[in-house]
T-cell receptor, first 120, second 114 residues
Framework: GAVVSQHPSRVICKSGTSVKIECRSL??????MFWYRQFPKQSLMLMAT?????????EQGVEKDKFLINHASLTLSTLTVTSAHPEDSSFYIC????????????????FGPGTRLLVL | AQSVTQLGSHVSVSEGALVLLRCNYS??????LFWYVQYPNQGLQLLLK??????LVKGINGFEAEFKKSETSFHLTKPSAHMSDAAEYFC????????????FGSGTRLLVRP
């Protein structure tokens, strides 16, 4: 149980285009999902918290117009990198917190396999 | 403020040897602590967690960790390393502000020598 998927697993795009990454909880509902960015040989950096049915909250320094987050259902959150540039190239990882109605059932985050983005 | 410190960015052990990955935390309230493992180009997999109760926690793949409040530590151990244990390991503490956000350590890369 507690499986989280991400799609696509890797994407290459041209500078200036937008890229959408999907994060799905496959066998549980997730009232909250988190989006992280990871640079090579570094730890995870939290970008934003995605709550079902409400606006995402962004960490300090993260451009909300650059990284659009939508959490339209209890099993799906999407991250759209708008007008991507080479500096946006990174490994993006999502995680999901089991729960519904704005209330987590537990404190453990389950992570997706990550999406490798390369912007040329 | 809460924080997590992982001593040693790289740890190298021989196959069959004891694995010890260190994690110290700072928290003004009883912490919830986690160890995650990350294999190359993959997401994070939960190894084990401590919330309340027994301070020695057993996880998957033969790993265990002991919560020591007096030492503010949550070190990860495995009696006998296997080649498949080579990966990046992250210690994390959950923020106690109802956000459920994780504060990660900088990670420790475990290398297992044949």
């Amino acid at each position: 149980g507690a499986v989280v998927s991400q799609h696509p697993s890797r994407v290459i795009c041209k500078s200036g285009t937008s890229v959408k990454i999907e994060c799905r909880s496959l066998d549980f509902q997730a009232t909250t999902m988190f989006w992280y960015r990871q640079f090579p040989k570094q730890s995870l950096m939290l970008m934003a918290t995605s709550n079902e049915g409400s606006k995402a909250t962004y960490e300090q320094g993260v451009e909300k117009d650059k990284f659009l987050i939508n959490h339209a259902s209890l099993t799906l959150s999407t991250l759209t990198v708008t007008s991507a540039h080479p500096e946006d190239s990174s490994f993006y990882i999502c995680s999901a917190l089991p729960g519904a109605g704005g209330r987590p059932y537990q404190e453990t985050q389950y992570f997706g396999p990550g999406t490798r983005l390369l912007v040329l | 403020a809460q924080s997590v410190t992982q001593l040693g960015s790289h740890v190298s052990v021989s196959e069959g040897a004891l694995v010890l990955l260190r994690c110290n935390y700072s928290s003004s309230v009883p912490p919830y602590l986690f160890w995650y493992v990350q294999y190359p180009n993959q997401g994070l997999q939960l190894l084990l967690k401590y919330t309340t109760g027994a301070t020695l926690v057993k996880g998957i793949n033969g790993f265990e960790a002991e919560f020591k409040k007096s030492e503010t530590s949550f070190h990860l151990t495995k009696p006998s390393a296997h080649m498949s244990d080579a990966a990046e390991y992250f210690c994390a503490v959950i923020r106690m502000d109802s956000s459920y956000k994780l504060i990660f350590g900088s990670g420790t890369r475990l290398l297992v020598r044949p």
